[in-house]
């Protein structure tokens, strides 16, 4: 995890190491109850993604699903 401030803003970064979603699936990754198929044999409801929009939104942020390609 990562975080930087400003006075308008709070950037939260987190890095982790699992299955990742598909580029296709970006989007879809936040509704809920929904799971990318590299997740199938990890248990979960597929709730998280979507509560963190639903904190950030009712807090006037915002949340976003950046993908990085590691070299």
């Known amino acids: 995890m990562n975080r930087t401030?400003?006075?308008d803003r709070f950037v939260l970064k987190v890095t982790d190491q699992g299955p990742g979603i598909l580029a296709a699936d970006i989007d879809r990754g936040?509704?809920?109850?929904w799971r990318g198929q590299?997740?199938?044999h990890i248990p979960g409801w597929g709730l998280?993604?979507?509560?963190?929009?639903?904190?950030?939104?009712?807090l006037g942020?915002?949340?976003?699903?950046?993908?990085?390609e590691l070299i």
Not at 61 to 68: A, P, S
């Open 5 to 7: 401030s400003a006075p």
């Open 30 to 33: 936040f509704e809920r109850f």
């Open 38 to 40: 590299g997740s199938r």
């Open 48 to 58: 998280g993604l979507w509560a963190c929009r639903y904190a950030a939104l009712s």
């Open 61 to 68: 942020g915002r949340i976003e699903y950046l993908v990085f």
